[in-house]
């Protein structure tokens, strides 16, 4: 039976209803969603190089912005600080668990919300991992060029590069990347992170507490060490394909998110690894830009394994799968399409189901 999705976000629409209070930044109001008001969102290599250099400069204008958080509580400077600070917050409940999709797709829209109201009018660009894979400091993301997202960070010494974590995911261990030192070409050469790094163990502690330095502040340059062996060997077409032919959220968020074995990595945590240990935090890996368009894309992959059966992967009885904790620790409830997902005040909170299908009300964007 052939179902009519536009009944299914039209009933989405009277859900969302009752959640029209003001949050604290642009885009706030949900509105239907209609031609005029969708936003097209394109690879970063097919943007004009006018508006890559108009997408930069939003982002710097948003980390020169006035931040609304409190700084006492979050030690926040700016509104790109925001992000960092609310992703720092939720992250023991917002990834590896049923939350972590529909709570993404929201940070990045909420994103894309703030670039507009500083002058970006298209849509968050995203980053095909398998088509600049192979070369990726040559690619447009990363050429450091005034159109790129900034190149890759100076060669570190011997010294420097003893203190680097290890590349590890899941049962994989990768060598580390070329770079790793401050960047120095580029829109963001001049941009300087903030927060402290935090152990990936984090995530496993039992105390379901963040890390008590996590919004401790050591300002320092935005280093960048981009990894080629993990683009050459596993941001590669088999790696989606398998990723594609989950059959079910259950096994797609864990091919997503899990390294099975050496020829089965998660496309989500080697995205963060490719970029070095400022992407790979879990905690604070918004601090490099990048972040965005590789969780654009994240979301642009859910959204093609949704159309595979878009009622049924979005709104079915299985569309949702875990619990609203991290590896369920400390154990909580299964999240369901009626679990109410909130954003530290970027946005105002909305049950999960409505953050389940892209073109939903409040969620007015498509991918080209």
């Not at 400077?77 to 939350?99: E, K, P």
């Not at 894309?112 to 970006?120: F, P, Q, S």
């Not at 409505?354 to 009300?361: D, F, L, N, S, V």
Request: glycine fraction near 8%; include cysteine; charged fraction near 20%.
């Amino acid at each position: 039976m052939r179902h009519n999705l536009a009944l299914v976000l039209s009933a989405l629409s009277a859900v969302t209803a009752i959640f029209k209070a003001q949050g604290h930044g642009p885009g706030s109001r949900i509105q239907p969603c209609t031609p005029a008001n969708t936003k097209v969102r394109k690879e970063w290599g097919d943007l004009p190089k006018a508006e890559r250099k108009a997408y930069t400069n939003a982002v710097r204008c948003m980390q020169k912005k006035k931040t609304r958080l409190d700084p006492v509580l979050y030690n926040t400077t700016s509104v790109y600080d925001d992000f960092v600070a609310v992703h720092i917050n939720y992250t023991r409940t917002v990834h590896n668990d049923g939350i972590f999709l529909p709570w993404h797709r929201g940070f990045v829209h909420a994103y894309e919300n703030e670039l507009e109201a500083c002058g970006y009018k298209g849509g968050q660009p995203y980053w095909d991992w398998i088509k600049w894979g192979q070369n990726l400091a040559a690619s447009p993301i990363f050429d450091g060029s005034e159109f790129s997202m900034g190149g890759n960070g100076a060669d570190l010494s011997d010294v420097e590069l003893a203190t680097v974590p290890p590349c590890r995911v899941g049962n994989i261990s990768c060598p580390l990347g070329q770079g790793g030192g401050c960047v120095t070409e580029g829109p963001f050469k001049d941009y300087k992170i903030r927060y402290l790094p935090a152990s990936p163990l984090e995530m496993r502690n039992p105390d379901p507490a963040i890390p008590k330095t996590a919004f401790h502040v050591q300002e320092r340059c935005f280093s960048r060490m981009l990894n080629q062996f993990i683009g050459s060997h596993w941001q590669v077409q088999p790696t989606l394909d398998f990723l594609m032919e989950q059959p079910n959220v259950e096994k797609f968020q864990a091919a997503f998110d899990e390294a099975f074995d050496e020829t089965k990595p998660g496309l989500h945590p080697f995205g963060h690894w490719v970029l070095g240990p400022t992407g790979a935090d879990i905690f604070s890996s918004p601090a490099d830009p990048a972040f965005f368009l590789h969780h654009s894309q994240v979301d642009k992959i859910w959204s093609q394994w949704q159309a595979k059966d878009q009622i049924a992967r979005s709104f079915g009885k299985d569309a949702v799968w875990g619990t609203v904790t991290g590896f369920n620790i400390p154990p909580s409830d299964n999240a369901t399409l009626a679990t109410i997902l909130t954003w530290g005040g970027l946005i105002p909170p909305r049950p999960l189901g409505a953050m389940q299908a892209r073109g939903a009300p409040g969620l007015c964007y498509k991918y080209e």
